[in-house]
Nanobody, 123 residues
């Protein structure tokens, strides 16, 4: 059974940084794509970053140049470094993984999700 646990969320001021971490277990993590998805109540989920098993990376335009996704396959972890945070980045952030080695940009293509971690950026 695939299990994902996020950590690292919190409250930060505009312009600050946070690093989210996701620990995976239950299968060979390195074989599958991973993604970070965020959701604000009342809005659709937004995939902000994804990485294939081979290291190809995608960023949503809203975070490009500010966020960095990184895989640590040796330790079954994925990170999201978030810099220059803005109030619009406030959301619950989820780690997700798929059944494919290739990333997809639709959150619906990821069947496995963590419980989420809250990120709040104050103005």
């Amino acid at each position: 059974q695939v299990h994902l646990v996020e950590s690292g969320g919190g409250l930060v001021q505009t312009g600050g940084s946070l690093r989210l971490s996701c620990a995976a277990s239950g299968r060979t993590f390195s074989r599958y794509a991973v993604a970070w998805v965020r959701q604000v109540p009342g809005k659709e989920r937004e995939l902000v970053a994804a990485a294939s098993s081979r290291g190809s990376i995608y960023y949503a335009d809203s975070v490009k140049g500010r966020f960095t996704i990184a895989r640590d396959n040796a330790n079954d972890r994925v990170y999201l470094q978030m810099n220059r945070l803005q109030p619009d980045d406030t959301a619950v952030y989820y780690c997700a993984t798929s059944n494919s080695p290739y990333y997809e940009v639709s959150p619906a293509q990821y069947p496995y999700w963590g419980q989420g971690t809250q990120v709040t950026v104050s103005s």
